[in-house]
């Protein structure tokens, strides 16, 4: 009974932010890395973000750095992704992965949530 529950996602305007949050339950939260992944229409699932179990590496795709933060709080079993000075390329469906070992595929899914950027 794995859940991965994906909040904070919207509409908003080019240049503003938005933080989204994943509530994980089911397994031994502090044992696996996190990740964010997105998929925008018409595109590939791309890696976003991914987290260590202990919070000490971590990775962006070449696309956010500088823009996006990813974080996690293990005693609370959740999971963060700060957007900041978002653009319209951001607009995506973003979904939560877990997976046993930083830097592993597959894993289990959140059923993600919608992010789009728009004026």
């Known amino acids: 009974q794995v859940q991965l529950v994906e909040s904070g996602g919207g509409l908003v305007q080019p240049g503003e932010s938005l933080r989204l949050s994943c509530a994980a339950s089911?397994?031994?939260?502090?044992?696996?890395?996190m990740g964010w992944y997105r998929q925008a229409p018409t595109k590939e699932r791309e890696l976003v973000a991914q987290?260590?179990?202990?919070?000490?590496?971590?990775k962006y795709g070449d696309s956010v750095k500088g823009r996006f933060t990813i974080s996690r709080d293990n005693a609370k079993n959740t999971v963060w992704l700060q957007m900041n000075s978002l653009k319209a390329a951001a607009t995506a469906v973003y979904y939560c992965?877990?997976?046993?070992?930083?830097?592993?595929?597959?894993?289990?899914w959140g059923q993600g949530t919608q992010v789009t950027v728009s004026s």
């Open positions: 089911g397994f031994t939260f502090g044992r696996y890395a």
């Open positions: 987290i260590s179990s202990d919070g000490g590496s971590i």
């Open positions: 992965n877990a997976v046993r070992y930083y830097g592993m595929e597959g894993g289990y």
